[in-house]
């Protein structure tokens, strides 16, 4: 059983700061790329930032220069520094990742998408 556990939202002023954290759990060979996507109240899931297993990163233009994505390969997380939050940022934040495990019929490795639980931001103006 292979999960992903999001950790470290909450209710932060503008202009504060959020760390969120994502762990990978389970049996499998290895966590290829790990996205973040957010969710406000009545609109579409958006990708906020990616990161490949070798580091290379990618961000949405609305959070370019205030949040960082980062991994930790060896304890297979992935985190989102938010910085100079706003009121805009107020989703939920899900936590998404490419994960190589074996198939059911344990003979092949297959890659397969995991989604996290989702974890509130809430920006008070």
């Known amino acids: 059983q292979v999960q992903l556990v999001e950790s470290g939202g909450g209710l932060v002023q503008a202009g504060g700061s959020l760390r969120l954290s994502c762990a990978a759990s389970?049996?499998?060979?290895?966590?290829?790329?790990m996205r973040w996507y957010r969710q406000a109240p009545g609109k579409q899931r958006d990708l906020v930032a990616d990161?490949?297993?070798?580091?290379?990163?990618n961000y949405a233009d609305s959070v370019k220069g205030r949040f960082t994505i980062s991994r930790d390969n060896a304890k297979n997380t992935v985190y989102l520094q938010m910085n100079s939050l706003k009121p805009e940022d107020t989703a939920v934040y899900f936590c998404?990742?490419?994960?190589?495990?074996?198939?059911?019929?344990?003979?092949?490795?297959?890659?397969?998408?995991?989604w996290g639980q989702g974890t509130q931001v809430t920006v008070s103006p």
């Open positions: 998404n990742a490419d994960i190589a495990r074996l198939g059911s019929a344990g003979s092949a490795v297959y890659v397969y998408e995991y």
């Open positions: 389970g049996s499998f060979f290895s966590v290829n790329v």
């Open positions: 990161i490949t297993r070798g580091g290379s990163t």
